[in-house]
């Protein structure tokens, strides 16, 4: 699959906001500039602790599933308490970003339907139902996904233009047209979406799980939801 020829070397855990603790994956995000409850930019916190969570993600090019720490925090202002989740993963998915990317692109890439489409590596880690799930979520915000993946790739290619690496945008293959008949533009917004990701990692020599964090972060940053 083209993913693997494109992982670099460290580029595990892009954000750099990580280190291992007794075994344990801490976050060690900064707190935000603007309190995501009461929208105060003071900047007024105390830490409030942690909480452990399991990840599953990529270390190296084998799947783990780890152990997470991450970071929680109380604004003077309002008294709300709020953890920080890092730009590898959604705060409501234990999966990573770059994970979820990979078992929605084997099912839009592939001729196959869902229950052939995931390689056999993958069957530990997730069903064709799984996949199914994901799939029906990303095709809900897949405008959003390339919105920002989109910006994530013009803020690395600066000042090129876009368009030298996609003259005019990819096209989504004739058969998942024939898969999503119901849905297909939807589904040729999410292909195109992570085509884009794919295209423009492999032209800017870039690891996908970066570009990926960085438009995570976009969407973090306006509270918008990102993938799935």
Avoid at 61 to 66: G, P
Avoid at 107 to 120: C, D, K
């Amino acid at each position: 699959m083209l993913w693997r020829e494109l992982l670099k070397e460290g580029a595990d855990f892009p954000s750099g906001r990580f280190f291992r603790h007794r075994g344990v994956l801490v976050y060690k995000g900064d707190p935000p500039e603007v309190c995501p409850v009461c929208e105060s930019n003071e900047r007024r916190y105390h830490v409030h602790g942690s909480f452990l969570r399991w990840f599953v993600t990529l270390v190296g090019r084998k799947i783990e599933r780890v152990r997470l720490r991450k970071p929680r925090f109380k604004c003077l202002i309002c008294t709300h308490t709020f953890s920080l989740h890092p730009p590898e993963g959604l705060s409501y998915k234990h999966t990573c970003n770059f994970l979820i990317v990979v078992f929605l692109w084997s099912y839009l890439a592939s001729t196959a339907g869902m229950h052939r489409a995931l390689p056999a590596e993958f069957s530990e880690d997730a069903s064709p139902r799984t996949v199914s799930r994901y799939l029906k979520s990303a095709k809900a915000v897949a405008v959003e996904t390339q919105q920002f993946i989109r910006e994530a790739l013009i803020e690395k290619m600066e000042p090129r233009p876009i368009e030298e690496i996609f003259f005019g945008g990819p096209d989504p293959p004739e058969s998942l047209l024939k898969k999503q008949r119901a849905e297909p533009e939807k589904a040729s917004t999410l292909w195109r979406a992570l085509a884009m990701l794919f295209q423009g990692a492999k032209a800017l020599n870039e690891d996908p799980r970066t570009l990926l964090a960085w438009a995570n972060q976009r969407s973090q940053n306006r509270k918008r939801r990102f993938l799935l």
